[in-house]
């Protein structure tokens, strides 16, 4: 067993022994003892098993690490989908409260009165065909022959709203998601329907426009706007007594402009314009009344 030993060490340092043919004596072990030859051979065989150990010990803590990231990404993972749907929740929650916060602070519990509104044929541009319930406006060609009516608008391409608004705070919704020029907001009763007429806050007009893909203020020089995103739909808030009109993306409950303090005097109604026969067209949301949805 003592030589059987020994070979397998030798052949494991490169000795070739033939074990059926060779002659192997005690006598050849001990030469090899007196050398040290066979000492060197057992402490190098015994470095390598040595070296061996330690990196199966290594790899074994390798991986029982790589097994613990793998639980730790796991879980990461869940924590990352579960957040995902809080801050879905917690979006869901905001949309839904929205209509029921005040817009501003000085505002705190006052709402708003949410009008179905419908549209004044007797003011509509000849240019402008309306719907047979009064909530969709488009452009039509050629232009329809009208009677003749102090109230129509004959130089701009507009049309009132049925609203009269002299008191109180009142909101509306406007669906523009097919119209690619147009104009929303609100006028006084008794603007300029005839001649060349700028749209402006000091002529009667508190409006916000869409032209080229571009979105814009009618303040007096016009002030360029950037959405976040474009709007489906666009809710005007009309507050009579603090003097603000108000316009926000419905989409995405975002505020895109408030014309803030204006004087206001007489009557105010909805104002609403298309530009061309390829603006596409303009339809006012019908809600029930006291709520405004998102």
């Given amino acids: ?59 074994e803590q390798l991986t029982r690490e790589n097994a613990q990231l793998m639980r730790e990404n796991e879980q990461c993972t869940k924590e990352n989908e579960q957040l995902k749907r809080e801050i879905e929740r917690k979006k869901a929650q905001f949309k839904s409260a929205w209509r029921e916060i005040p817009l501003y602070a000085d505002w705190r519990k006052e709402e708003f009165e949410t009008v179905n509104l419908t549209l ?98 009618l303040t007096s020089p016009e002030t360029s706007l950037t959405l976040k995103e474009k709007p489906c739909s666009v809710g005007v808030f009309l507050d009579y007594e603090a003097g603000d009109v108000s316009f926000y993306n419905m989409t995405d409950g975002s505020h895109i402009f408030t014309f803030s303090k204006q004087t206001f005097y007489g009557v105010l109604r909805p104002l609403f314009r298309l530009w061309s026969s390829d603006s596409g067209p303009l339809i006012i949301v019908q809600m029930q009344e006291n709520t405004m949805r998102l």
């Fill in 120 to 217: 004044d044929a007797a003011t509509a541009h000849p240019a402008l065909f309306l719907s047979e319930e009064g909530r969709r406006v488009t452009w039509q060609e050629p232009s329809q022959e009208l009677p003749s009516c102090s109230q129509r608008f004959v130089s701009l391409p507009c049309v009132l709203g049925q609203l009269h608004v002299s008191s109180g705070r009142y909101f509306w919704e406007v669906e523009v998601q097919n119209a690619h020029s147009w104009d929303l907001g609100v006028c006084r009763n008794n603007v300029a329907r005839n001649g060349r007429v700028t749209m402006s806050p000091q002529n009667g007009f508190w409006a916000i426009r869409l032209y080229e893909g571009e979105y814009w203020c």
């Fill in 1 to 59: 067993m003592m030589i059987k030993s020994f070979t397998d060490i030798l052949a494991a340092m490169g000795y070739v022994i033939n074990t059926e043919r060779e002659n192997f004596s005690l006598k050849f072990i001990m030469e090899l003892l007196g050398t040290g030859v066979l000492i060197i051979t057992v402490f190098s065989y015994c470095r390598e098993i040595h070296k061996k150990l330690e990196l199966r010990k290594e790899n």
